[in-house]
């Protein structure tokens, strides 16, 4: 196990170092005036976190739209996805409003729900809850779809009530599940965070990229777009952590 | 006891139509107290069926079956039952997969906790505690699914093809473990099985049932002293029984 990590933990290394040399290499025998090189790149990521104040202040304010609207698309889509995985009614119901978010670009849908709910707070929190909720609601139905037939058979066998199927069976055998879609949710709802600041309503991070890239800095942009990357991987590494204390039952089912 | 009067079971419904089953007709069967009764017939011939009724797990069209008298209409305290694929919870460890029914029945922690460890030792896992079910081989998995349903102290004891996916020399340990422990408390058993000879090992009747829909062909005595030893394997009497169900078995299997 540590070998194995070790190894990969050092082929990554090594194309992160490929990538990386091949960037600085081509940039510096090129004329490209807007590309950065990598080492510009990092000097901007220093710029941001340490000189340029600004940076805080933005990333406060789009966190502010990402994890409201996280919160909100986990409390609305989970328990729909628990309803329309183990009441057939509900998932009648539900199966072509679900459908249709699925398919439905959400993008063009931002200047709707700016018209309808202003440029404020409310119309950000609502985008994200548009980009992420429909992917945590299929992945829980999907986790309790997949919960073992005989082990609810095995708790009604014991007397157990609808409860305490639900506590003791239901939610528990969806966990691994629920946890993937939360984690697909968090990248979609991250999307959704910058691209209605980068489109619309310009605050927070969006504003800080399109100002960078108005004044042509260009390494300015690349960093801030690794900035918001990092957090990325910061908050799904969490979730992970997380996960492996709750759900270290179940094989990693995650994608991405 | 259980007796059970002209129980008839019907899949996909009456209004259904053409894609209805029957799946058991008119069967009659009495298991007397502290009785170990193996069902036994082709496959699709609705012993399982016959199982999960009996449990309360699910409803029946005709006839009526009762425990001790009373009519049978869910599941009971009377009743636990051990599944052919085990139904452990994969993210529980032994301890609280042996827990399980005490808790849902409302036992107190410290109580059931004690019960489970003693039947998790009973059954020969006491290093076994916090392992997962994944870390388990299959026959250990069926102890731990054993001693969960021991552990709420039922009456009767609906074994559905428990060692049915077992290699043979573990079924046979478990045959032999669940036998002492059959002896050392004596539940009244319905154990459904597919092999012949776990069907006259272990129990003291056999009913062999008919090809769908499912029907008492027959209940064959099994006359074989307790306790059962692997010796009485070679006995002729054994052997005779044997013999017999597969000269009854071989007969409807050619459909």
Redesign the interface.
Known sequence: MKNDALQDWGLRLVVFAAVVGAWELFLSRSQNFLLPKFTEMVSGLFQLWFVDNRFWEALYISNQALLLGYAVSLAVAIPLGLAAGRLRWMDRLLNPYVGVLLAMPVAPLIPIVIIALGLGLSSRVFIVVLFAFVFITVNTRAGVRAV?P??I????????SEG?IWR??VI??A?PAIFAGMRIGLGRAITGMVMVELLLVASGLGRLLLEFSGRMQSDLVFATVIAVIIEALALLAAMRAIERRI?R??PDISVG | MIRVRGLSKQFGGVDHGNGSVLALSEIDLEVRDNEFITVIGPSGCGKTTLL?II???IPYDRGEITIDGKPVT????D???V?Q?F?L????DVLANVT??L???GTPKDESQAKAKELIKLVGLENFEKR?P?ELSGGMQQRVGLARALA?NPKILLMDEPFGSLDEQTRRLLQEQLLRLWEHERKTVVFITHSMDEAVMLGDRVMLMTPRPGRVKEMIDVPLKRPRLRELEKSSAFLEVKEYLWENLRVMQVE
């Open positions: 073992d005989s082990l058979e095995m708790a009604k066998s014991f007397g157990a305490q003791r069976i528990p055998g966990m759900a039952w179940a | 999960r449990a309360g797990l869910g599941p009971g305290p009743r636990a039952v599944f694929n139904a919870m994969p993210w529980a399980f029914g808790e849902i029945r997962l994944k709420v």
